[in-house]
């Protein structure tokens, strides 16, 4: 049809010689005619031309990094329709080391960098998009549908080795009434480099002096040699061996709290800076993240741990994605600006759907619009 259209416009051009009176209207209907077959062709083009796929491809996002953000991410990447998410586990340490060296674009961690290494890559960004915490819990026959009150000071004793039973006088004194075994403590730890664990030592370096001063807080601590210590990969293998060793001890991502409540361990409460044993709810870990957005500064590097206040958990965290500040190109910079942004709204990743299941909290709107927001707009081709 179209060539006909074209034919039919030539003739009536020509037809123009032979009728001198009609010669300017012949000419112009002529004229007017091509030009329209002429758009109506390019229209069809360019609707086949994007109609074949042949448009710009989907951005693939890959992800690697903490356990605890893993169980989010693959949440998130099931429902973003902009992007091709592809999520993984693998520890805060791999995510970090990954992204730093460009082996995966977004390294997800439960700690930002260390001050050495955010020095020596000055490009690499942390951004924190959301808040987390910790549970300590225990596989003790008798008593693990009992919530024991655990402070730093005990939980520390547990893992330098100077407390190993149960029935020790230390955790004696906090339960009363609590028939505790007289079996000595298996505590178990992490056995890759892990944002779980800077978050637990934070907490007992703030909340235990001698910690602090000899081991301190980091993602892979020179753990003290106890006897009876046991290790785990992520979070899934703390609870694999905690599951298949009674009378153990460990630090899990409340992201895990389906787990931890189907394999029925027991989960403590623990006494916070001001001396209150508390329970690990999401309202008590943003009672404890607001005593701190006064504080954070605009790189977002902040330990959230031992909070001030009664109802404060004291092992809370913000949780970050480590991205490099220059994308290989404009494409994939706009894409992960997309999703990140999606990631922190209240309308998009950080909707009660995503967080609630997974115990995890959104970052307060200041911090969102204030901190987060900025950094990821530093994000460029």
Known sequence: NIVRYIIFGHLIYHFQESSPEN??????????????????????????????????????????????LFPVFNSWAGNYTNASIQP???????????????????????AYLPEATANANPYVMNIPILISYQYIAYNVPGINNVHLNLSANVIAG???????????SAIRAANHGVNLPDHSISPIHRSDGSGDTFMFTSFLSKGNSTWNTTIGASTAPNWPSVSKALTGDGNTGIIATMKSNQYSIGYIAATYNKTVTADGFGIAHLQ???GKYVSPTVQNVITAASKYLNDIPASGTIALQYAPGPTSYPIADMEYVIVKQNQTSQAKATAMQDFLKWAVSSTGGSQSKYL??????????????NVTIPLINKIAG
């Open 23 to 68: 010669h300017m209207n012949t000419r112009n209907v002529a004229i007017t005619i091509i030009v329209a077959v002429i758009v109506v062709v390019a229209g069809v083009v360019a609707y086949e031309h994007f109609s074949s796929g042949t448009s710009a491809p989907k951005q693939t996002i890959t992800e690697a990094g903490s356990s605890l």
């Open 88 to 110: 993984a586990a693998g520890g805060s340490g791999l995510g970090i080391s990954q992204a730093i060296t460009g082996q995966t674009d977004i390294g997800a961690s439960d």
């Open 158 to 168: 547990i893992y330098m080795g100077k407390i190993t039973n149960w029935n020790d």
């Open 272 to 274: 916070n800076r001001d």
């Open 356 to 369: 609630d299941q997974l115990d995890l909290a959104p970052l307060p709107p200041a911090v969102v619009n």
